[in-house]
């Protein structure tokens, strides 16, 4: 007689925690997730608590910001300019992983509000660069403290020394977008079209 084998245990009704949201335990998976090599389930563990950490860490600066008055989207791309100086739209989107059309609206806002301003790049007049105004530089001194508070909060169960570690490492997978790369990239794009 033939021994059948048991059944698979069963795991929070099927259901696989992203966000930890509904009250599910952090470690959830879903059923054909256990069948998973070890690698994979790694690489799987990992892209999880990757996203989950962005989320953690997005939404605490998110909420403090916005508990003030000060919209998120609108730190993300002043901050930039404040750190990077004056960036093409496009590279702007790269710096901040938006969508373009999702920049460019954003530009237009904050220009209507006088943070940002365009103006012709002395290098190809055919583009325009954003650069922050003086009013642009104010609203990040007034967000920056709710922000860098949110993130000591945020990442406070880590050392420093632990988070130069992460930060390292993230460099090593998510490079810094490089502006004259991008700029270059956009130049022969832009030779393609013409030849």
């Not at 989950?52 to 993300?76: C, F, K, N, S, Y």
């Not at 930060?167 to 030849?195: E, F, I, M, Q, T």
Request: aromatic share 4%; with cysteine; proline share 7%.
């Amino acid at each position: 007689m033939r021994e059948t084998p048991p059944a698979p245990p069963r795991v929070a009704a099927n259901r696989c925690d992203f966000n930890g949201v509904h009250g599910w335990p952090a470690r959830v998976y879903r059923l054909d997730m256990v069948a998973l090599a070890d690698g994979e389930s790694l690489l799987y563990e990992l892209g999880t608590l990757v996203a989950r950490a962005r989320r953690l860490v997005w939404t605490a600066a998110a909420h403090e910001l916005e508990a003030h008055g000060l919209p998120m989207a609108t730190w993300v791309l002043l901050a930039t300019l404040v750190r990077s100086g004056p960036a093409t739209q496009r590279e702007l989107a790269d710096a901040t992983s938006q969508h373009a059309a999702s920049v460019s609206r954003l530009v237009n806002e904050l220009e209507a509000q006088k943070l940002v301003r365009r103006r012709r790049d002395d290098a190809d007049r055919r583009r325009a660069r954003v650069e922050i105004t003086a009013a642009g530089k104010a609203f990040c001194k007034v967000a920056r403290p709710h922000v860098i508070g949110a993130l000591r909060q945020a990442l406070g169960p880590i050392s420093t020394a632990e988070q130069r570690a992460l930060r390292a490492l993230l460099l090593r997978l998510v490079p810094p977008p490089d502006p004259a790369a991008a700029r270059s990239a956009a130049s022969r794009k832009n030779a393609a079209k013409r030849a």
